[in-house]
């Protein structure tokens, strides 16, 4: 009895001493306890819209404004200006052709007329009359750059980083825009805009992929609406700032200090992208690229923190933008699928487009209201498009606009029961107004299913298969002298077979962005579709 009373109270004894640390000790082992996480979940534990979300959409919407008014100003400087007779020979000529002045333009000689105040690049240049053909060569230049840079740039984007492209990028484009601003023959300034649409394809490539990288799911929606609709809303705005700036060369010149914010901008605040470092394989480097986003949300990283390295790790030719020949068939076929959707939203919108601007009056009246009407199609999107998900917002746009399309066809035909050029304008607006909402939607869906080791050069490929569909569009509205019906068919069919490929694409709204080509081959074959965010509550 003796013995056990000496054993219960030793041990009560030091119970009682260790007691006290017990607790301590405990709490110590689990903080030095490592904690895994995803790239994803760590950027979501970081804020969802912190200041440097904020930072990112404010600086690529006014990149987006300056694409705006850049192809904007282009296009109209280009056109004939206001101008007004000095002799009674011009004034005869114009009641003669019934006050069509472009028809007696033309038959003019330099001291007939005199130019309004606004300075032009076809009166400076002489690309009018006889020699109104070398102004399409400005487009088409344009364009050729356009494709020839957002595939190019991608792929540099995807082996050395997205801001160590951009920020180059931004500054050659700046130098470029004040030099097309001081060019001093056509030929030269024909130059410049090629290299201008080289760098701007590249640009819109990759500057979407780095802000669906910046930005966690919860907002990556809203940001991306907001960056898109300032390439429909810039239009209005543009149309009344290149309205009031009568010399396009001081237009060039705003334009130069603009694109200079924005490079500063994107030098100072925003880091390089995680998700680039994470499907390398640098894991440290992807953790001071999240060390920066917590300095600039002032939100701290947990100390214990590890980062959850992707699927697998290829080679560097197996993570490039031809890893996607080695991964299952479909995949395959969804990518090809990608690639028919980019190039039929391109087909659509430049073919509705170019149909909406060839309504009679002002030039700048009517980009303003070309402008406004994207409106509503872009509050749409932020409104549902985390609320359906991507992929049922994109069906049910392209629901939308094959009605239009077969309103408007049916009202060419006549079958309607009152024909009316107004049905068929609204038709073909609110087509428009979808298609630019779809192609909002088509860069942000891309950037969620293409792996973070291939995601520039594959988004930047789709783009470039866009122009195909863009080159085509100008072909096949000549349809429309032949038959009106024609160009509507061939819009509605492309938009129906669309319609089939993306049903049978999964959707990625909540999804971790995939890193590898295992990751991605998971998605599309519905294996890996963890949620890190619930979005189908957020209106």
């Given at each position: 009895?003796?013995?056990?009373?000496?054993?219960?109270?030793?041990?009560?004894?030091?119970?009682?001493?260790?007691?006290?640390?017990?607790?301590?000790?405990?709490?110590?082992?689990?903080?030095?306890?490592?904690?895994?996480?995803?790239?994803?979940?760590?950027?979501?534990?970081?804020?969802?819209?912190?200041?440097?979300?904020?930072?990112?959409?404010?600086?690529?919407?006014?990149?987006?404004?300056?694409?705006?008014?850049?192809?904007?100003?282009?296009?109209?400087?280009?056109?004939?200006?206001?101008w007004g007779c000095v002799t009674e020979r011009c004034k005869e000529l114009v009641s003669q052709n019934s006050g069509e002045k472009l028809a007696s333009f033309c038959q003019l000689g330099s001291s007939d007329y005199r130019w309004s105040d606004r300075t032009n690049i076809a009166t400076e240049y002489g690309v009018y009359c006889s020699s109104a053909y070398l102004a399409a060569l400005s487009i088409s230049y344009y364009f050729v750059g356009y494709a020839v840079g957002t595939t190019s740039l991608g792929v540099l984007a995807d082996r050395y980083g997205r801001k160590r492209v951009v920020v180059p990028v931004l500054l050659i484009y700046t130098g470029i825009t004040g030099l097309v601003a001081s060019s001093t023959s056509y030929s030269q300034f024909l130059f410049l805009r090629g290299i201008s649409g080289m760098l701007h394809g590249g640009l819109q490539n990759v500057t979407h992929v780095l802000q669906a990288e910046l930005i966690p799911p919860k907002y990556r929606n809203t940001c991306n609406t907001v960056k898109e609709g300032m390439f429909g809303f810039g239009l209005s705005i543009s149309a009344i700032m290149l309205y009031n700036i009568t010399s396009w060369r001081l237009q060039f010149v705003i334009l130069c200090v603009l694109l200079g914010v924005c490079a500063m901008v994107v030098t100072t605040f925003l880091p390089e992208s995680p998700f680039y470092f994470a499907g390398k394989g640098d894991m440290e480097r992807a953790m001071d690229s999240l060390q920066k986003i917590s300095r600039t949300n002032k939100v701290p990283l947990p100390q214990s923190l590890i980062l959850e390295r992707p699927t697998k790790q290829g080679t560097s030719s197996s993570e490039s933008i031809f890893g996607v020949l080695s991964v299952s068939f479909i995949t395959k076929l969804g990518v090809l699928s990608l690639f028919y959707a980019f190039f039929t939203m391109a087909l659509l919108l430049y073919c509705l487009s170019y149909h909406v601007s060839a309504v009679p009056g002002d030039v700048y009246n009517n980009s303003f209201i070309m402008g406004l009407t994207s409106v509503p199609a872009y509050y749409w999107l932020y409104k549902y498009g985390d609320k359906l998900g991507r992929k049922k917002c994109l069906l049910n746009l392209y629901i939308l606009t094959m009605?239009?399309?077969?309103?408007?066809?049916?009202?060419?035909?006549?079958?309607?029961?009152?024909?009316?050029?107004?049905?068929?304008?609204?038709?073909?607006?609110?087509?428009?107004?979808?298609?630019?909402?779809?192609?909002?939607?088509?860069?942000?869906?891309?950037?969620?299913?293409?792996?973070?080791?291939?995601?520039?050069?594959?988004?930047?490929?789709?783009?470039?298969?866009?122009?195909?569909?863009?080159?085509?569009?100008?072909?096949?509205?000549?349809?429309?002298?032949?038959?009106?019906?024609?160009?509507?068919?061939?819009?509605?069919?492309?938009?129906?077979?669309?319609?089939?490929?993306?049903?049978?694409?999964?959707?990625?709204?909540?999804i971790q962005l995939p890193q590898t080509f295992a990751e991605c081959d998971a998605v599309f074959q519905g294996k890996d579709n963890a949620v890190v965010e619930d979005l189908s509550r957020i209106a």
């Open positions: 009895a003796v013995v056990s009373t000496q054993s219960t109270g030793i041990f009560l004894l030091c119970f009682g001493l260790t007691n006290v640390k017990l607790p301590s000790i405990l709490l110590r082992k689990g903080h030095n306890r490592n904690m895994k996480q995803s790239v994803e979940e760590t950027l979501i534990s970081l804020g969802n819209f912190g200041r440097l979300q904020l930072i990112t959409t404010a600086v690529f919407s006014l990149y987006q404004f300056i694409a705006c008014v850049v192809a904007f100003s282009v296009s109209i400087t280009l056109k004939v200006p206001e009605c239009s399309l077969v309103v408007a066809w049916c009202d060419a035909r006549g079958t309607m029961l009152f024909r009316s050029i107004t049905v068929q304008l609204l038709a073909f607006v609110t087509a428009r107004s979808c298609m630019l909402a779809i192609a909002s939607l088509m860069y942000l869906y891309t950037s969620e299913l293409y792996p973070s080791s291939a995601r520039s050069g594959l988004v930047g490929l789709s783009s470039m298969i866009a122009r195909a569909g863009a080159i085509l569009s100008s072909y096949v509205l000549v349809l429309d002298t032949y038959d009106p019906s024609l160009v509507y068919i061939i819009c509605l069919v492309a938009a129906a077979l669309c319609f089939v490929l993306l049903a049978r694409l999964p959707d990625t709204t909540g």
